[in-house]
């Protein structure tokens, strides 16, 4: 079993930064991809960044120049450092992991971008 644990959302202005955090617990080995998505109120979940490895990433268009991911083996966690933020980020953001054919979420973080 993986346990996922996502912190950092908040309430920021437009064109602000936030920096999500996905503390990975459990079964940790062999955990890859790991990645975050975000779900809007009304919308599908959508993918927002995915890590392989140690430094292969991917993004969605919507968010490519503005969103990093990362993640410190040493610390079992993932980030997700965000800035120039739009309204349309507001989203509940969820961590994902994926480990030996079984995917594993978080409970999720809320970002909410005033205009």
């Known amino acids: 079993q993986v346990q996922l644990v996502e912190s950092g959302g908040g309430l920021v202005q437009a064109g602000g930064s936030l920096r999500l955090s996905c503390a990975v617990s459990?079964?940790?080995?062999?955990?890859?991809?790991m990645g975050w998505y975000r779900q809007a109120a009304g919308k599908q979940r959508e993918l927002v960044a995915l890590?392989?490895?140690?430094?292969?990433?991917s993004y969605a268009d919507s968010v490519k120049g503005r969103f990093t991911i990362s993640k410190d083996t040493s610390k079992n966690t993932v980030y997700l450092q965000m800035n120039s933020l739009k309204p349309e980020d507001t989203a509940v953001y969820y961590c994902?992991?994926?480990?030996?054919?079984?995917?594993?979420w978080g409970k999720g973080t809320l970002v909410t971008v005033s205009s």
């Open positions: 459990g079964s940790i080995f062999r955990i890859n991809p």
């Open positions: 994902n992991a994926n480990r030996l054919g079984s995917v594993y």
């Open positions: 890590i392989s490895g140690s430094t292969s990433t």
